[in-house]
């Protein structure tokens, strides 16, 4: 009794560590420049693809997290057990892609720490990466990695709430073309999506709740809390930060292109609200960076997790972990201006999402992988090829549209 009280507690306390990085992951560096770039292109309309975006968010998540923890393997591994090989190509997609958008994870974190200390951006980046990667290679990473994203969380709720408290919204305007856009625009779905549930965000989530001893269907209670809880808190970020970027922009401003989340906070509040902005900024890019990061490594680590926690593979993910951050710190340092990249490779994670989601799906009803006593919800097969449909579509249409 005491052992099963105890698994629960632990599980518990997993869901809502997974909830925190898959929405902190959701609401880096890169949505924020996406929402700031697209709300100043599309206006009020851009509330379509938001919505779009957690529509999406709902489905692409229970599915995933569901197969996940039912089958108690990490997501390589059962596109490995769908057909022998497509996990490693499955991990070459999310770690490549989870490898760039780390490059914009670390500017954002090196740039808030710019704004609020007038550090070097550069500097700051180096003083971010370390400081991931302090936290991800600790005995305790798992608990180490849940705090540090919860506070980071708090502060990211709190700085836009302090924003949209002072903002006059146009709500009307949002609401009216939110839900009925006068013009559609796929790249920005595309783009938005890929960049808060495409790639590696996919799955942060579900692969920290397997790590937290989550297996089976006694445990889809965990499942619901974890994924419903992250998603309510990427949500109401991505809704804030969206009004408050309306209005600026209504209002006639015209953001910087450089750096067009910047704009939104200055113009709200001036140099007091730079600064939150600063403190936003360096939020979301350190959490992003943890996320992308531990997920990213999660697919490329093939051992059973029976043996996961041997030396050797501690050795092993040590390494790969101070690797990956080091190399997009560096790619920065030499090449810098990740404000493009992050749009592109929201983009690029947007095909990878169709692709990934598929593969799950097909394993959802076998029985070799689930197991013969469990029966995936017909609601979440059915939506989540359509998701697979639409995400394919607006890729293709996207393409077509480039060329």
Known sequence: MQETTDHRRTVRNAAIGGAFLMAMSAVGPGFLTQTATFTQREGANFGFAILMCIIVDVIVQLNIWRVIIVSGKRAQMIANDVFPGLGY????????????????????????????FGIPTIWGAV??????????????????????????????????????????????????????????????????????VGGYISFAGGHRLLEGGAQGTKDLGAVNLGALSGIGLASVIRIVLFLTGLAVVLGGATLDAANPAA???????????????????????????IGSTFTSISFLDYTSRKNENTDHNRHYKMAITIGFIAFATLIFCFVGQPATVLVVVGAINGFILPIALGIL??????????????????????????????????GINTVLNLL
């Open 127 to 196: 003083i971010s990466a370390v400081a991931a990667v302090l936290i991800l290679v600790m005995k305790n990473a798992l608990k180490a990695v849940d705090r540090t994203v919860q506070v980071l969380a708090v502060i990211a709720v709190l700085v836009l709430l302090y924003t949209l408290a002072i903002m006059k919204i146009p709500y009307g305007t949002a609401i009216s073309h939110t839900f009925m856009p006068t013009k559609v625009n796929f790249y920005s779905i595309l783009t938005i999506v890929g960049g808060t």
């Open 263 to 289: 704009t939104i906070f200055k113009v709200a509040a001036g140099t007091f609200g730079y600064k939150f902005f600063g403190l936003l900024l360096f939020a979301a890019g350190m959490s992003s960076v």
């Open 361 to 394: 799906l097909v394993a959802s009803h076998k029985t070799k992988i689930m197991g013969a006593g469990y029966h995936h919800p017909a609601w979440l097969t059915w939506t989540g090829w359509l998701v697979v449909i639409f995400m394919a579509y607006a």
């Open 89 to 116: 190509f499955l991990s070459l997609l999310v770690a490549i892609g989870g490898l760039f958008f780390n490059i914009g994870n670390v500017a954002g974190a090196g740039l808030g720490l710019n704004v609020l």
